[in-house]
């Protein structure tokens, strides 16, 4: 698979569901596989992805087998509140959440973030240059003040250079890492609901905003880094906007505007005595 030029996230995961299938069945016998796969009380997704990677593990060692017809079911992604996806960050250490923060303004995938270099990063112009995964195309993702701050702290605290990494670890230990710490939030606050959101939630919220704020579906198709249109579509139905899941904010000067821009806030309007107003999802 790496010779075929295979994502290493592709990689890993074929290894897993082959380990999967290798602790439970003889891997060299394809009808007690594919009985294995059928009995398994999981989705047909999950089951299409074991025949997928059984797939490979019989065509590199010549073995006959007829693979199996499941298909893998959509599903409506939930998206979670930006006030809990920030809650995660405050709770996270220095360093989880500089990650986090990136997830959540860019929609990185997991694999890019930690993909990323020192010199793929402008803090100047407030700009990161991934190397776009699944053969994507090419992107330049915007970043916050807050967002700068944070990432010159972490290349300073670390005395990175601009070749370096610019986390250590790859996009498993990323959401081991973050696994954990949501899951001590969630007990600290006794709440259930926290314990859902996934790492790639990050991601989802940040198209579904985006698409929010642009109405361009092409736009976020580019800043997603995606390669079918398809793909982006499903954003366009994610959100339910009631009057009652927005916080207000007003003003009457540049600063503050600035900051709630910052914050994640939209302009609204204008009133009559000057005061500009703002709203953000909850």
């Keep these: 698979m790496k ?12 290894a897993k569901l082959l380990k999967r299938l290798a602790n439970a069945t003889d891997l060299n016998n394809a009808e007690q596989v594919k009985q294995f796969i059928a009995n398994l009380d999981v989705s047909d997704s ?104 944070m990432l010159q702290d972490h290349i300073i605290r670390n005395d990175l250079s601009q070749d370096d990494s610019l986390f250590n670890g790859n996009s498993e230990t990323y959401g081991n890492n973050y696994r954990t710490a949501r899951n001590r939030l969630a007990k600290k606050l006794k709440d ?15 198209a579904t905003n985006l698409y929010h704020k642009t109405k361009d579906i092409l736009f976020v198709k580019q800043q997603m880094g995606h390669t079918q249109i398809r ?7 994610l959100l339910n906007l009631n009057d009652d899941e927005w916080t207000c904010k007003a003003t009457d000067n540049d600063h503050d505007a600035t900051q709630l821009v910052e914050s994640g806030f939209e302009y609204v309007a204008t009133t009559p005595n000057g005061l500009m107003l ?5």
């Design 46 to 149: 999950y089951k299409k992805n074991l025949s997928i990677a059984y797939s490979k593990y019989c065509h590199y060692n010549h073995l006959e087998w007829q693979p199996p017809r499941y298909t893998a079911q959509a599903k409506l992604i939930k998206i979670p509140t930006r006030e809990k996806l920030e809650m995660l960050i405050s709770a996270s250490g220095k360093t989880l959440a500089t990650k986090l923060t990136i997830s959540l303004e860019t929609g990185l995938r997991p694999v890019e973030l930690m993909n990323l270099k020192v010199k793929h990063v402008d803090l100047e112009q407030r700009v990161i240059y991934p190397t776009t995964a699944k053969h994507g195309t090419p992107r330049a993702l915007k970043i916050s003040h807050k967002l700068q701050q």
């Design 278 to 282: 703002f709203r953000k999802r909850k």
């Design 192 to 206: 259930a609901t926290i314990q859902t959101i996934r790492l790639y939630d990050f991601r989802h919220y940040f």
């Design 231 to 237: 793909t982006t579509l499903i954003y366009t139905q």
């Design 3 to 14: 010779n075929d030029g295979r994502a290493e996230d592709t990689i890993k995961n074929t």
